[in-house]
């Protein structure tokens, strides 16, 4: 195999970091090195702390669906709730508990988020609040949060991103009345985090409590659908 030939293939299985994490990646690196002018042991450390951060900042690409009515996965993570809630007062959507789909992402996980259906951005509103653990309930009530609401041709549909316990800062890279479409990159959350859906009334939600999503791929739900949905068995 040609040296070009090599190299070409290295650089594809290279994951690309976001921008965002660039300033961070080169802390741990400059604190890496001090660390081995103390001591090599914990230079090796900072190395692997490192590896690790550039690793939280990767922004790997993704394939789509994109048949009008899916909702895709905002977020890469664990569902860690699947059932009807009062959307934020701050999005607009109303008093009336709708169809709600929560992924937690773990610091391990990829945090930038993808838009869950394509639209124009109708709202973006950042919400002050407190570091509770995100994958408590209460998370998306009490904690620090920005939300976005995205008017698809089937309805709008809100989506929230939740601060953590770890987590304290929270980027969006859009702003009212900008374009989206489903899978594209809207913003992240700094060291784990979560990521609610509120849905339209009728659409049939496919995922269940436990199951993994990958941001811009996993197929939620669907909107107007005709389906209950799926029932979802542990094993």
């Not at 059932?83 to 930038?112: C, I, Q, W, Y």
């Amino acid at each position: 195999m040609a040296l070009n030939d090599v190299l070409v293939s290295a650089k594809n299985a290279m994951v690309p970091i976001h921008r965002e994490g660039r300033p961070f990646i080169a802390i741990f690196a400059i604190v890496a090195f001090i660390l081995f002018l103390i001591w090599q042991p914990l230079g090796w450390i900072g190395v692997g702390l490192t590896i690790w951060c550039a690793l939280f900042f990767r922004d790997p690409d993704r394939v789509t669906p994109v048949r009008e009515g899916l909702v895709v996965s905002g977020a890469d993570g664990v569902v860690c709730d699947v059932k009807r809630a009062v959307p934020p007062p701050e999005l607009g959507l109303g008093a009336t508990p709708l169809p709600r789909v929560a992924v937690f992402m773990n610091v391990f996980d990829v945090h930038v988020n993808r838009a869950p259906v394509g639209g124009s951005v109708r709202r973006v509103a950042y919400t002050a609040g407190k570091f509770l653990n995100a994958d408590m309930d209460k998370a998306s009530e009490d904690n620090e949060r920005n939300g976005l609401v995205i008017d698809s041709l089937r309805g709008p549909v809100g989506v929230v991103q939740i601060a953590g316990l770890v987590a304290r800062r929270i980027v969006c890279f859009v702003r009212e009345q900008d374009g989206l479409a489903a899978g594209q990159r809207f913003g992240l959350i700094r060291f784990g985090s979560r990521v609610d859906h509120y849905l339209p009334e009728g659409a049939a939600i496919l995922v269940g409590v436990g199951q993994r999503a990958t941001a811009g791929e996993t197929v939620i739900a669907e909107l107007s659908a005709t389906s209950d949905g799926r029932t979802f068995r542990a094993g």
